[in-house]
């Protein structure tokens, strides 16, 4: 932050040389500081919707738009922010607020519905993205569809809303996570065992879709792990959800074996399969 002050004081600076050297006048002074400061602002907020820290940006947007009630960027920012700080029901509220301004968009309508949604009011969102036009196609709307369909059980709609979110952006690894895992509730678990694979092609590091890969495998029975990058530590972890799995489904004697690989791959003790295997071997 003090960088970006002693930039603006060297450009205001250069500003006033200039000035004396080319004859501007007072206002053409102070309307280029005006530039410079709006630069540094929109800077300052960039700053604060991306890597600061959520409750700091909070703090920033709540002193900002309270001193400039009309400004709708500033008002989106604290929103945001309040998502970003886990805090839905505030968020919610933030984004009500920029709705009643004569420049709210469907986007924000969009933003509002993703709020109420974390807040689990899910008839209020359902709501809002109702009032959002056709011609909003958006990946955020469509996941949200997807996810309120999901919610409702509607399968088939929620199947198209997913495949057209998914068509909608260049990092769809989380939605085919969500669309794989809304399979796996089905009981389809072939389909969601696809799409687990897929969301790992996009993002080899997410262990939720490993994870997950596991659970629609061994739903089926197939409890060797997938051909997929992962660290020892994963392998113990994924090694521990198939033995799980395993002994959920009756398989007992293949639980036993995969709970004794998860703690001898495990890099350190791993006391939740140590506590699974002693739990088996007292109860036989």
């Given at each position: 932050?003090r960088?970006?002050?002693l930039?603006?004081?060297c450009l205001?600076?250069?500003?006033?040389l200039?000035?004396?050297e080319r004859?501007?006048?007072?206002?053409?002074?102070d309307?280029?500081i005006?530039?410079?400061?709006?630069?540094?602002?929109?800077?300052l907020?960039?700053?604060m919707?991306?890597?600061?820290?959520?409750?700091?940006?909070?703090?920033y947007?709540?002193?900002?738009?309270?001193?400039?009630?009309?400004r709708?960027d500033?008002?989106?920012?604290?929103?945001?922010?309040l998502?970003?700080?886990?805090?839905?029901d505030?968020?919610?509220?933030?984004w009500d607020?920029?709705?009643?301004l004569?420049?709210?968009t469907a986007?924000?309508?969009v933003?509002?519905?993703?709020?109420?949604?974390?807040?689990n009011k899910?008839?209020?969102?359902?709501a809002?993205?109702?009032q959002?036009?056709?011609?909003?196609?958006t990946?955020?709307?469509?996941?949200?569809?997807?996810?309120i369909?999901?919610?409702?059980?509607?399968w088939?709609?929620?199947?198209?809303?997913?495949?057209?979110?998914?068509?909608?952006?260049?990092k769809?690894?989380?939605?085919l996570?969500n669309?794989?895992?809304s399979?796996l509730?089905?009981?389809?678990?072939?389909?969601?065992?696809?799409l687990?694979?897929?969301?790992?092609?996009?993002?080899?590091?997410?262990?939720?879709?490993?994870n997950?890969?596991?659970?629609?495998?061994?739903?089926?029975?197939?409890?060797?792990?997938?051909?997929?990058?992962m660290?020892?530590?994963?392998k113990?972890?994924?090694?521990y959800t198939?033995a799980l799995?395993?002994?959920?489904?009756?398989d007992v004697?293949t639980?036993?074996?995969?709970l004794t690989?998860?703690?001898?791959?495990?890099?350190q003790h791993?006391?939740?399969?140590?506590?699974?295997?002693?739990?088996?071997?007292?109860?036989?």
């Amino acid at each position: 932050m003090r960088y970006a002050g002693l930039v603006s004081l060297c450009l205001i600076g250069s500003l006033g040389l200039a000035g004396c050297e080319r004859g501007m006048s007072d206002e053409d002074v102070d309307k280029a500081i005006k530039d410079v400061n709006v630069i540094d602002e929109t800077n300052l907020n960039e700053v604060m919707l991306t890597v600061a820290d959520p409750n700091e940006a909070v703090a920033y947007f709540q002193r900002t738009s309270a001193a400039n009630p009309e400004r709708i960027d500033l008002r989106r920012g604290l929103a945001i922010s309040l998502v970003r700080a886990k805090r839905p029901d505030a968020a919610a509220k933030a984004w009500d607020a920029v709705l009643a301004l004569p420049e709210a968009t469907a986007g924000d309508r969009v933003q509002y519905a993703d709020a109420l949604i974390r807040a689990n009011k899910w008839e209020a969102a359902e709501a809002q993205l109702n009032q959002v036009p056709p011609t909003h196609e958006t990946f955020k709307r469509y996941r949200l569809e997807a996810m309120i369909a999901d919610s409702k059980k509607q399968w088939d709609k929620a199947d198209s809303f997913y495949e057209i979110a998914v068509g909608l952006t260049t990092k769809p690894s989380g939605t085919l996570n969500n669309w794989g895992y809304s399979k796996l509730t089905r009981g389809k678990y072939k389909e969601a065992e696809k799409l687990f694979g897929e969301a790992l092609t996009y993002d080899a590091g997410m262990f939720t879709a490993k994870n997950n890969l596991v659970l629609a495998r061994a739903a089926q029975r197939k409890y060797d792990l997938p051909v997929v990058p992962m660290t020892q530590r994963e392998k113990a972890e994924l090694l521990y959800t198939a033995a799980l799995s395993a002994i959920k489904q009756g398989d007992v004697s293949t639980g036993k074996s995969l709970l004794t690989d998860a703690i001898e791959t495990h890099p350190q003790h791993f006391d939740a399969a140590v506590r699974s295997l002693e739990a088996l071997e007292n109860a036989a």
